[in-house]
């Protein structure tokens, strides 16, 4: 009984501070905004989040985090918070629930991670086109692949070379909560 109140502890920590890495990252890249779209920094600590916690976890920061940074900073705004909230909600739920369900060899890390990134983009990208009237804009397929893909390729890359290096070190150093029972 006393490993799972530890565990829950653990995941406690690690999502608070995954929540307060949300609303501090975006600073590193902030002053230039063409370059903090493109890393896309807030969305490491969710991704992380879902691996290190498990999906209740994951999800609740990704859902949480656009909205307060928006309450604490006033960025990113309306409407961009709310289609974030979407897309970081699947990406802490899936890389959480996909790091349960697969197995524990290094190279399921980066398919999970692929396929939650992908995912949280086409969320992403159904949200912006369903809501859509809130920007008073269009939201083409052409729109989509550009700026869910093409400009943020930098995050992308980024994303893929460094949460598996983390996540593996945590692993390695018994780190894991979400993989305990």
Do not use: D
């Amino acid at each position: 009984m006393k490993q799972k109140g530890y565990n829950t502890t653990i995941k406690l920590v690690y999502a608070a501070t995954s929540l307060a890495l949300c609303l501090i990252l975006p600073f590193l890249t902030g002053q230039i905004p063409k370059i903090g779209n493109m890393l896309s920094p807030i969305h490491i600590p969710v991704l992380l989040c879902g691996f290190l916690c498990g999906w209740p976890y994951g999800f609740a920061v990704g859902i949480l985090a656009a909205p307060l940074r928006t309450l604490v900073f006033g960025m990113p705004p309306f409407p961009n918070w709310l289609f974030m909230c979407f897309e970081m909600a699947v990406y802490g739920l899936l890389t959480g629930l996909l790091y349960k369900l697969l197995p524990k060899k290094n190279i399921y890390i980066y398919i999970n991670l692929i396929v939650s990134m992908l995912a949280g983009r086409i969320v992403w990208g159904a949200a912006r086109f369903a809501l859509m009237g809130l920007t008073n804009t269009s939201f083409s397929f052409k729109l989509f692949l550009s700026i869910g893909f093409v400009e943020a390729l930098p995050g992308i890359i980024c994303q893929i070379i460094l949460i598996p290096i983390i996540v593996m070190t945590f692993k390695k150093a018994n780190l894991m909560p979400a993989a305990k029972k």
